[in-house]
């Protein structure tokens, strides 16, 4: 089994190219699972609910901590003993490190320990998909915003930045996609980095 994730700020065009690809492998008769965070059990799907919800008023320590409740029960019923040859996650324990690490301010080695206790399987490739925070908002404008995408310019300018960080980082596992790019120049890259 193999783990790709995809990653970046709102808009970005990851769910299009998770779809892409899931069509393009299953073609080839390999099977495919394809998981969004927060969610994809039916608790985590409950704990997103809270985490969303505009009305709740919610720190960032209980945001942070919510979002490892449902990845560690997303992993355990998941992703341990999953016997699909990919899966494809919308989203994982990199997204915690930007947006409630960089974007929240909790400190990283805190964020690093959670991701040790609840042993996040490590993606064997992971997809940034770079975009100007401006651009990713005018992509958006006309959805209505929900808790985490109401934090503010400066708070998804700081997410941005920390994604680009984390990939740079880990450069063996990570490649950035210029998400400005057409749709299929970057399932073509995507396709190309995964060797197909
Ligand atoms: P979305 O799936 O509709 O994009 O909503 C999920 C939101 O949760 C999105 O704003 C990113 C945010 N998020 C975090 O803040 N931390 C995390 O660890 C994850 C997985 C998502």
Not at 7 to 16: D, F, L, N
Not at 176 to 189: F, L, M, P, Q
């Amino acid at each position: 089994m193999k783990i790709i994730s995809f990653e970046g700020i709102e808009g970005v065009g990851k769910s299009t190219q998770i779809n892409l690809l899931q069509s393009y492998l299953e073609k080839q008769d390999f099977t495919v699972d394809v998981l969004r965070e927060p969610g994809s059990t039916t608790s985590a799907e409950h704990i997103r609910e809270i985490l969303l919800n505009k009305e709740n008023d919610i720190s960032k320590e209980t945001e942070l901590l919510l979002m490892f409740a449902a990845r560690s029960d997303l992993i355990n019923k998941r992703i341990h003993n999953n016997d699909s040859d990919f899966v494809l996650l919308d989203r994982y324990y990199d997204a915690s490190i930007a947006y409630q690490g960089y974007g929240r301010g909790i400190p990283l080695d805190f964020i690093e320990n959670l991701i040790k206790l609840i042993q996040c399987p490590k993606p064997d490739v992971s997809f940034l998909f770079d975009l100007s925070v401006e651009d990713s908002f005018s992509r958006k404008k006309l959805d209505v915003k929900d808790r985490i995408e109401s934090s503010g310019n400066s708070f998804f300018e700081r997410v941005k930045n920390g994604y680009l960080e984390i990939a740079k980082n880990q450069n063996e596992r990570f490649h950035i996609i210029d998400a400005t790019k057409e749709i299929n120049e970057i399932h073509n890259i995507i396709k190309k980095v995964l060797e197909f």
